[in-house]
């Protein structure tokens, strides 16, 4: 009977306790923050849209709601505050780079989610290009 009591006590206990990464008081998950594209280790062009979605409501620091970092190859401190997906990310030099970002509250500190994809910036804008007709005339 004293094993059964424990067992029931353990189980109320952890019930009470919610599941992992959930407040058990509102139900509400830590916050976060996801890249839905471009792909990880997509080919792009040196524009390109950076698409991302959030657990909280986004919009400019002054308006009280969280906003997103976004940055380039490791280079936490040299950001720009987006507020609304998607973002242009533009004039990347051709090859790998990582893209990252950040959930911040409105008063730019740390809301505890961020996301890291890595991109392949191209030429060709991400495909590989024609191939072009020669006129045959040697030039």
């Known amino acids: 009977m004293r094993k059964i009591l424990i067992a029931l006590a353990a189980s109320a206990l952890l ?3 919610g599941t992992a990464g959930t407040d058990s008081a509102t139900g509400a998950g830590a916050p976060s923050v996801t890249i839905t594209g471009p792909a990880n280790n997509a080919d792009v062009a040196g524009t390109f849209p950076l698409e991302f979605t959030t657990s909280e409501e986004i919009g400019p620091p002054e308006s009280g709601k969280h906003h997103v970092h976004v940055f380039t190859d490791g280079h936490t401190d040299d950001y720009t505050v987006v507020t609304a ?6 004039g990347l030099p051709p090859g790998k780079h990582t893209v990252g970002v950040t959930l911040q509250n409105a008063d730019h500190s740390p ?8 991109v392949n910036v191209t030429e060709g804008g991400g495909q590989a290009p024609e191939p072009t007709q020669s006129s045959g005339d040697g030039y």
């Open 15 to 17: 019930a009470g306790c």
């Open 85 to 90: 997906s998607p973002f242009q990310i533009a």
């Open 111 to 118: 809301a505890g989610a961020s996301a890291e994809i890595t």
